[in-house]
């Protein structure tokens, strides 16, 4: 049987599942609801202190990289309704969403920079064309390689800045 630990760190990546899933098939009005929810169980039950400011960091970081590469022309959201103009709610709320996992189910992966890129690299927009085919989203030819980078310095970023928060605190 799991150890609990194994148990919380599964329910956490389930949960994000569920709720990438919920936001891409169930629209913005889905994505408000049950995205708002997974995130104040995870703020609730999960959250490590001060883990909300990277959270919020993370949800305005992704409005501005997504927001920026639809402004540039990267996405066709068609009839979707936008937040601020540059997004539907349901891809935005998906930032904050993978932000939940960062500290708990993919804290692992932070230890090693190259394989953190890597997989950001390849599941970054793996990710963007799986939502793109299950709401008719249009992608440009040129989103999935600026994706492909983005990812990878973005968890680059992340492995940097979860490495530094282990050895500032002391526990290895």
């Known amino acids: 049987m799991a150890s609990p630990r194994w148990q919380s760190l599964l329910f956490n990546a389930l949960r994000f599942e569920v709720g990438w899933l919920l936001c891409v098939l169930g629209g913005s009005w889905v994505a408000a609801i049950m995205g708002s929810a997974l995130l104040g169980w995870h703020f ?3 959250a490590k ?11 305005l970081l992704g409005l ?3 927001g920026g590469l639809h402004l540039a022309g990267g996405f066709d959201f068609g009839e979707h309704t936008l937040v601020a103009g540059l997004l539907p709610l349901w891809l935005w709320m998906l930032w904050p969403l993978f932000a939940t996992l960062v500290f708990h189910s993919l804290a692992w992966l932070w230890q090693y920079p190259m394989i953190a890129a890597v997989c950001g690299a390849v599941s970054g927009p793996l990710s963007y064309v799986g939502g ?3 709401t008719g989203v ?3 030819p040129w ?14 970023c992340i492995s ?7 050895a500032a605190s002391g526990v290895h």
């Open 49 to 59: 202190p001060g883990e909300w400011r990277f959270i919020g960091v993370f949800a």
């Open 143 to 156: 989103l999935l390689p600026a994706q492909a980078i983005i990812w990878a310095v973005l968890c680059l």
């Open 138 to 140: 249009s992608l440009a």
């Open 160 to 166: 940097r800045y979860a490495n530094h928060k282990v």
């Open 44 to 46: 609730w039950r999960c």
């Open 132 to 134: 793109a085919a299950l």
């Open 64 to 66: 501005a990289l997504d």
